[in-house]
Nanobody, 124 residues
Framework: QVQLVESGGGLVQAGGSLRLSCAAS????????MGWFRQAPGKEREFVAA????????YYADSVKGRFTISRDNAKNTVYLQMNSLKPEDTAVYYC?????????????????WGQGTQVTVSS
């Protein structure tokens, strides 16, 4: 049974930083690609950042490039999302996800498992 548990969300002022964590269990973490998505009220879930299956390549949405950094610690079965220079438009529920399929890293249906989400609210 794969479980993904996010933490680290909260309320922050614009320009501030947060670091999200996602702890994974249930299968060999290093064998799978990981991603972060977010969903704001009334909007579709959107891609934020991801690792390739090998972990050697990272991908970012244009809206977060240069501000967010995805990283992983295979020893701790954890993936992180460091978010700097936060903007009010970054407000959303953030989800981590894990996939075994190849293909489009930004496409939510390609991910097998999802966490429950953590709320990030950025005030202006």
């Amino acid at each position: 049974q794969v479980q993904l548990v996010e933490s680290g969300g909260g309320l922050v002022q614009a320009g501030g930083s947060l670091r999200l964590s996602c702890a994974a269990s249930g299968r060999t973490f290093s064998n799978y690609a990981m991603g972060w998505f977010r969903q704001a009220p009334g909007k579709e879930r959107e891609f934020v950042a991801a690792f390739s299956r090998s972990g050697g390549t990272t991908y970012y949405a244009d809206s977060v490039k240069g501000r967010f950094t995805i990283s992983r610690d295979n020893a701790k079965n954890t993936v992180y999302l460091q978010m700097n220079s936060l903007k009010p438009e970054d407000t959303a529920v953030y989800y981590c996800a894990q996939r075994s399929k190849s293909g489009r890293y930004y496409y939510p249906p390609n991910y097998d498992y999802w966490g429950q989400g953590t709320q990030v609210t950025v005030s202006s």
